[in-house]
C-alpha cells in the first residue's frame, strides 16, 4: 500500500515553469509504470507523461518538447518539469504508480496558467 502526495502546483504566467512533485509513503523501486495525468474542467483526465522501470518515456503531443518526466528512487519521488507553460495547460495533475498487483493515485494539484 502506498499513499501519493503531489505538491507544486500554483498559478504562473504563460511562458513560465513550474515542477510537480510527487512523494510516495514508500518504495517506489519496484513500479512498472510512473505517469503523470491532467483533467481540465469539463474534459476527459489524459495521460501527460509516463516513464516505465527501464527509463522508456512517453509523451502527449501537446506537451513534447516542454515537459520532462523523471524518477528519483532513492527518494521515493517523481517529478514532473514543466517549462513554457500554456493556458492551455491549466488543469488538475495528478501522479500515478503501476506495481505488479496494485494501483495508485495521488490526490491532484492545481496548475493555472493565467495572465
Known amino acids: 500500500q502506498l499513499q501519493l502526495a503531489e505538491s507544486g502546483g500554483g498559478l504562473v504566467q504563460p511562458g513560465g515553469s513550474l515542477r510537480l512533485s510527487c512523494a510516495a509513503s514508500g518504495s517506489i523501486s519496484s513500479a512498472s509504470v510512473v505517469a503523470w495525468y491532467r483533467q481540465a474542467p469539463g474534459k476527459q483526465r489524459e495521460l501527460v507523461a509516463s516513464m516505465t522501470s527501464g527509463g522508456t518515456t512517453n509523451y502527449a503531443d501537446s506537451v513534447k518538447g516542454r515537459f520532462t518526466i523523471s524518477r528519483d528512487n532513492a527518494k521515493n519521488s517523481v517529478y514532473l518539469q514543466m517549462n513554457s507553460l500554456k493556458p492551455e495547460d491549466t488543469a488538475v495533475y495528478y501522479c500515478?504508480?503501476?506495481?505488479?498487483?496494485?494501483?495508485?493515485w495521488g490526490q491532484g494539484t492545481q496548475v493555472t496558467v493565467s495572465s
Open positions: 500515478y504508480l503501476r506495481r505488479v498487483f496494485n494501483s495508485y
